[in-house]
């Protein structure tokens, strides 16, 4: 599955990342420690850390490996990051939400919108995502946009700011419900 260059719904638009928005997820993200408990990258020290990062993305999505994706509301207000990472069998999906946006079900509507765009797609789409097992929010968020848990993944990931060492992720997939 290739995704689609943006995603539309009601509240959000969500278009490529671009450099320009390096500043904003440095700010709201990257050295954020609540944001990044729970994500497996170390806290950015810098904003030069984060201009890697975006520059590392920026050519994953050229390669056509790796979709990143800002989604803004239709005041063009920043709400948060969505990534799809294609494979032959499968699309995987992570998410962040802006601290002073959650609960208010941008979460939601952002992986809803991918699955609403999966459930289109030929063949037999399949879309997971992963969450350490400590992150309630994200599996809450995972769950009510329609993902099943598969069950515990164990010493299956790292989140370096919650505690040193691999640790037990949740995994989560979601097919196509049979017509
Ligand atoms: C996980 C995250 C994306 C959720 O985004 P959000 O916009 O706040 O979620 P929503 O408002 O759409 O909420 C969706 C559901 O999750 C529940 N939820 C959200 N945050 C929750 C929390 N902290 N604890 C328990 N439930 C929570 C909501 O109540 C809602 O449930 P409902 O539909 O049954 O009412 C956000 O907390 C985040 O960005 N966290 C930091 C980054 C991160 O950990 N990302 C996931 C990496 S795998």
């Known amino acids: ?6 995603f539309s719904t009601p509240r959000l638009r969500l278009r490529p990342l671009e450099e320009r928005d390096t500043q904003l997820l440095y700010d709201s993200v990257t050295s954020d420690p609540l944001t990044m408990r729970y ?4 806290l950015h020290a810098s904003l030069e850390n984060t201009r890697s990062l975006v520059a590392l993305y920026l050519s994953s999505r050229q390669a056509g490996e790796k979709f990143f994706y800002i989604a803004e509301t239709r005041d063009a207000e920043p709400v948060g990051l969505l990534t799809l990472y294609p494979s032959p069998s499968k699309l995987t999906l992570g998410l962040i939400v802006i601290a002073r946006h959650r609960r208010s079900g941008y979460g939601r509507e952002m992986i809803r919108s991918v699955l609403d765009w999966a459930s289109r797609e030929p063949g037999e789409p399949r879309v997971v995502a992963d969450c350490d097992v400590e992150n309630l929010a994200s599996a809450a968020a995972l769950r009510s946009a329609g993902f099943a848990c598969t069950g515990v993944l164990p010493a299956a990931g790292r989140s370096p700011n919650a505690g040193p060492g691999k640790r037990d992720l949740l995994g989560f997939s979601w097919s196509r419900p049979a017509t």
Do not use: F, I, N, S
């Open 1 to 6: 599955m290739t995704p689609p260059p943006e």
């Open 39 to 42: 994500l497996p990258w170390a």
